[in-house]
């Protein structure tokens, strides 16, 4: 629903969507008022999300919508040493705030590529999923100074919204790249392309932006060091056709009064 309330809610008993969870920060929309039942597709897109993170990273940190574009517009001349640098991933610091069932997917993804020491911060440390990496729980501010790159793959709450701000943004290192594929509300668009901009970091990649879809005039899209996806980390075939099947129960199981098999508790 992405914290919408169904459309004529007041005349419907059942509300199926497409969707991992709950996606609002403010106060809660007025389906549990209404009575009206809030069915969810949980746990089926983690992998899905986990290496579209994976290849936004790769694609912002190694500059390949810009080098591709150099393909095209024939700046792809003689070879130069420089030319078309980016980071690499071997023997970095990548920090993940959130390290729920996407956080600990991209960790996992990521650490073959050679990563020397994975931080994480959250609510609250979690030592049994944290041990399969050795990350190290710290704070925000800490994880923004120490890491190489940023992945946020947390969900959406009061504390995290608007939480990858100014004065995170200005505790980075120059040379890193942030990746968000949670919820666009999380970072403040305004200092994230000051940050951009500026050099004050070096990349980032987004699959989520506010508003959705983000409208073709905004500043980050001018940005070469910028690479923005219309939320796809959930479009693979198989993910796709899973959820449409989770939610399709979902309805069976309200229309014949039944307990959904996935119904959000509000």
């Known amino acids: 629903m992405r914290g919408r309330v169904c459309r004529g809610a007041e005349s419907t008993a059942m509300c199926p969507g ?14 549990p008022r209404s009575g009206i039942r809030v069915g969810y597709t949980p746990d089926v897109l ?29 700046g792809w001349t003689t070879w130069k040493p420089l030319w078309m640098c980016g980071h690499g991933l071997s023997d970095s610091t ?47 501010t800490r994880l923004a100074k120490e890491s190489d790159f940023v992945v946020v793959t947390c969900a959406l709450t009061p504390a995290t919204q608007g ?28 200092d994230l392309y000051d940050a951009l901009a500026s050099g004050q970091i070096a990349a980032a990649g987004l699959d989520v932006t506010t508003p959705e879809p983000l409208p073709t005039d905004h500043p980050l899209l001018a940005l070469k060091n910028c690479v923005i996806l ?26 014949r009064g039944e307990p959904m098999p996935h119904e959000l508790k509000l």
């Open 18 to 31: 497409l969707a991992p969870g709950r996606a609002w920060s403010g106060p809660e929309p007025a389906v």
């Open 46 to 74: 983690t992998d899905a999300t986990a290496e579209l993170t994976v290849a936004l990273l790769l694609s912002a940190c190694r500059r390949l919508p810009e080098a591709a574009e150099q393909v095209r517009s024939g």
């Open 94 to 140: 990548v920090g993940i705030i959130g390290l729920g069932r996407i956080g600990q997917a991209v960790a996992r993804r990521l650490k073959p590529f050679g990563v020397r020491k994975f931080l994480y911060t959250g609510s609250g440390p979690k030592p049994e999923s944290a041990a399969e990496f050795g990350a190290e729980f710290v704070p925000l």
């Open 163 to 190: 939480m990858c701000n100014k004065d995170f943004f200005g505790r980075m290192k120059k040379t890193s790249v942030f990746v968000n594929t949670s919820r666009g509300s999380v970072v403040n668009q305004e």
């Open 230 to 255: 219309p939320h796809i980390g959930s479009a693979t075939y198989a993910t796709r056709s899973t959820m449409a099947v989770l939610a399709a129960n979902n309805l069976l199981a309200g229309l």
